[in-house]
């Protein structure tokens, strides 16, 4: 990926936006912006057209990526581990690498600008509280182009050792076999919108998760 993203002549401190789903892609392409130094900017796809042309003109960025299948052609060796590893020693973790847009409901949508080291000082503290480690298996289904889907279920649980299940961004459809996919991966650690609650409460109609709960030992965070 970060010989892919440097082949189209981006380099450190330059701006990139991302317009994709939930996907690993997704998450290769955050982690590789983090090593090479630059800044990334992430944008829900489901945005009106007129709020991402608003955030594409306020930025201006170098790159925009839609798909990037053409990644999946990477082939890794020792030599791509070799300079991960001296690309990884020259991190610097106070300049700029995300910037999140708020979600617009009360005016244009506002980007704030975050620095890997606020990222991972907010999980480290986070984490002090409940001791997350390998053990936590966590369900990503926030959206990637917001703040809870980045630091809460992708920083979060990679500064932890824990696993992340990833899905598609929760939508009402979900609501109907939300359980479906955590029985099957064995998740225990989940992050609910009082929104997503609501939905659960009402259209869950199967005690499949009751079973699943009452068996074992779940946390859910509420929050954003």
């Known amino acids: 990926i970060i010989e892919n993203i440097s082949s189209k002549g981006i380099r450190k401190t330059d701006i990139i936006c991302l317009l994709m789903d939930n996907s690993l892609e997704t998450l290769q392409v955050l982690f590789s912006a983090l090593v090479m130094g630059i800044v990334i900017v992430p944008i829900d796809i489901e945005r009106g057209r007129e709020d991402q ?11 925009i990526i839609t ?41 244009l949508p506002k980007g704030v600008v975050h620095s890997f080291e606020n990222l991972f000082m907010s999980a480290l503290d986070f984490n002090s509280k409940f001791n997350f480690n390998q053990k936590n298996i966590f369900l990503h289904n926030f959206s990637m182009s917001y703040m809870a ?22 939508n009402f459809s979900q609501s109907l076999n939300f359980w479906q996919i955590p029985i099957k991966f064995h998740v225990n650690t989940f992050w609910f919108t009082p929104t997503m609650i609501g939905l659960l409460l009402k259209f869950d109609r199967s005690n499949e998760g009751e079973k699943y709960c009452s068996k074992n030992k779940i946390l859910g965070c509420v929050g954003t």
């Open 67 to 107: 798909n990037i299948s053409d990644i999946l052609k990477y082939k890794e060796n020792d030599k791509n581990k070799e300079q991960l590893l001296d690309i990884l020693r020259k991190i610097n973790p106070k300049e700029d690498f995300l910037i999140t847009f708020t979600s617009g409901s009360t005016g």
């Open 149 to 170: 889907g980045i630091l809460n279920l992708f920083i979060l649980p990679l500064i932890s050792s824990s696993k992340i299940i990833l899905t598609d961004k929760y």
């Open 53 to 63: 042309d608003a955030i594409l003109k306020s930025i201006n960025p170098k790159l």
